[in-house]
């Protein structure tokens, strides 16, 4: 499975954007999805995941309330929109897949990870 992640950049506090992840190379609906993101201060943190189906979705404390999972399978793309951004948001995501192992915010359950793509929220 290949993953590309793109639709980083520059936004102010409190604005929006929205990122993207394609995936090839395998049938995409059998796999959940998750974003992450990192910065040199910290470690990779989860930030959201879908299952395969879409029906359910998981976020990361920091992030509840703000950001919003959703996929298209018919596309083979998973997003990620930020809303109501913070200076704290700023750091590569990376996207990754999983065979639904039923944990999905332990990073060391996915099998495969996009390049990451930097987001940067100017204060």
């Known amino acids: 499975v290949q993953l590309q992640a793109s639709g980083g950049g520059l936004v102010q506090t409190g604005g929006s954007h929205r990122l993207s992840c394609a995936a090839s190379g395998d049938t995409f609906s059998n796999l959940a999805l998750g974003w992450f993101r990192q910065t040199p201060k910290k470690e990779r943190e989860f930030v959201a995941a879908?299952?395969?189906?879409?029906?359910?979705?998981f976020y990361g404390e920091s992030v509840k309330g703000r950001f919003t999972i959703s996929r298209d399978n018919a596309k083979n793309t998973v997003y990620l929109q930020m809303n109501s951004l913070l200076p704290e948001d700023t750091a590569v995501y990376y996207c990754?897949?999983?065979?639904?192992?039923?944990?999905?915010?332990?990073?060391?359950?996915?099998?495969?990870w996009g390049q990451g793509t930097l987001v940067t929220v100017s204060s």
């Open positions: 990754a897949a999983q065979y639904s192992s039923g944990t999905y915010s332990n990073p060391g359950e996915y099998r495969y």
């Open positions: 879908i299952t395969w189906s879409g029906a359910r979705t």
